[in-house]
């Protein structure tokens, strides 16, 4: 039986709240980031976007010298990459990591996400076709993937293992697979897990739209697992989680926020977007037998549910197959911040340590007739539960599936 | 184009991409280095003030720059 691996740090920037005591008071309020964005026909569509960002306010209350560095190090960076400094850096004094209790080189950096400098690169190209000497130097490293990690890692002065992974939407939940994974094999002893923000240039929006997963421009919300789904609405948030094992955490002093219990991921042996209930169910089956639960004994699914007719249902679809008669509670923190894509899974996994520990479910604001029968959808306003048992899943266009387990630490 | 406004031009990009450094810090008979710059803050610095000036200088040409005078210099002589 490999050691348990516990989260003990926190951090987020979302459209409802920049850290995670605001972002949690939204999740008990059932606060909505959604608002009309000039979209790429010259009208308008809904979106829940990051508006009003600023590093140096979000590293307020770091200490001077993380503050320091981690200025330094993103002051010239585009906002995807300080949106994902100021997660790390919050998780990263959350977790008591601030004052070196883990040696620099056994610390380890997961960003989940890929094309993430789509929108970087689009504001970039008139620059390109005017003059392309006067692109900047700086555009060569910025426009990679990659300096998300090298920029959070100069900021916190991580030299352990780190890279990208990337799974599409399961991008955030497959970072936090992967450095639990990275963990259990030794190759470090602290992880962060990053879920980077997305801010898709304007013709992968447009092609979204063309594929017919975009709300429609009218729709002022997204309503997962309502009878009114009507497409996914595009949200921005940066996320980050560190893990440790839980017994290198508990002798260090640091509090274990929950345990991530069992993970799971696979693939649909498809390149569409087609989502695949077989698949979903069969990660969600391997996740709780990996963390040795029962299917009834989970209270709580923080579900994928990006409030497509086709996600929505497929998801639905699995998890009746495998919850069965148990009805644990079910809801979409999309329905709150939109689908923040690359860093969704990380985002939902934040939302599901705050609420198993403070012992809710949030709502579905948007939710009023279930699109399914049998399913504990949690309605419009919070509700009161215990939860000792969560999970939390992500799925991704070309058939990536990923399921992950939470229990109160 | 005369130097002063080149030299304009070069100061406008440090204070964009060295918000921190204080316009009187800014010597002639400095360096970008001096002034807290690394590689990538120099060629952005270069390209910022080329952008400005609406001249286009080739990279080889920066070889022989070695403080501000001289990049001051260069970018007069394609202006």
């Not at chain 1, 429609?216 to 948030?237: I, K, N, Q, S, W």
């Not at chain 1, 569409?272 to 299917?295: D, K, W």
Request: with cysteine.
């Amino acid at each position: 039986m490999p050691e348990p691996v516990v989260v003990t740090g926190l951090g987020i920037v979302s459209p409802v709240g920049v850290g995670v005591p605001a972002f949690a008071a939204a999740l008990r309020a059932g606060a909505t980031g959604f608002r009309a964005v000039p979209d790429e026909a010259g009208g308008t569509r809904f979106a829940a976007p990051l508006t009003g960002f600023d590093l140096a306010a979000a590293l307020a209350a770091a200490t001077p010298g993380v503050r320091r560095e981690a200025l330094r190090a993103a002051r010239r960076s585009p906002l995807p990459v300080q949106a994902g400094v100021a997660a790390a850096v919050e998780a990263w004094q959350h977790a008591g990591l601030a004052g070196g209790a883990v040696p620099a080189d056994r610390v380890g950096l997961i960003v989940g996400g890929h094309n993430l400098t789509g929108g970087y690169a689009f504001e970039h190209h008139p620059v390109y076709l005017r003059q392309p000497v006067y692109l900047p130097a700086r555009y060569a490293l910025q426009v990679q993937d990659t300096d998300h990690v090298a920029t959070i890692s100069q900021a916190l002065g991580v030299t352990g293992e780190g890279h990208t992974v990337g799974a599409s939407s399961a991008s955030g939940n497959l970072a936090l697979i992967q450095a639990a994974r990275l963990i259990a094999a030794g190759a470090v002893d602290a992880c962060l897990a990053v879920g980077a923000l997305a801010r898709p240039a304007p013709p992968e929006r447009a092609a979204l739209a063309n594929l017919g997963v975009l709300a429609p421009p009218a729709e002022p919300a997204c309503h997962p697992f309502d009878r009114r789904r009507a497409g996914l609405v595009p949200g921005e948030a940066a996320a980050c989680l560190v893990l440790e094992p839980a017994g290198a955490a508990r002798r260090r002093g640091a509090t274990p926020l929950a345990e991530l219990a069992g993970v799971a991921t696979g693939l649909d042996a498809t390149s569409l977007s087609t989502p695949s209930p077989a698949g979903e169910e069969r990660v969600m089956r391997q996740a709780l037998a990996r963390a040795g639960v029962a299917p009834s004994a989970v209270d709580y699914v923080n579900a994928h549910g990006t409030a497509t007719p086709a996600g929505d249902d497929a998801e639905l679809a699995a998890l009746a197959a495998v919850f069965g008669p148990a009805r644990p509670w079910i809801n979409s923190t999309k329905g709150l911040v939109g689908h923040c894509l690359s860093a969704a899974g990380a985002v939902e996994a934040i939302a599901t340590v705050v609420q198993l520990r403070a012992g809710f479910v949030h709502a579905n604001p948007g939710l009023r007739r279930p699109a399914a029968p049998g399913h504990r959808l949690v309605g419009a306003t919070a509700v009161p539960a215990p939860i000792e048992v969560a999970l939390s899943t992500s799925f991704g266009f070309g058939g990536f599936n990923t399921a992950v387990v939470l229990r109160r630490g | 184009m005369d130097d002063t406004e080149v030299f304009a031009a070069v100061r406008a990009g440090i204070a964009e991409v060295l918000p921190e450094v204080r316009p009187d810090e800014v010597d002639i008979d400095g360096t970008l280095t001096d002034l807290g710059a690394n590689s990538i803050d120099r060629a952005e610095i270069v390209t910022l003030a080329m952008q400005r000036l609406g001249v286009t200088v080739p990279v080889a040409e920066f070889r022989d720059v070695h403080d501000l005078r001289s990049l001051v210099d260069l970018l007069a002589k394609h202006a």
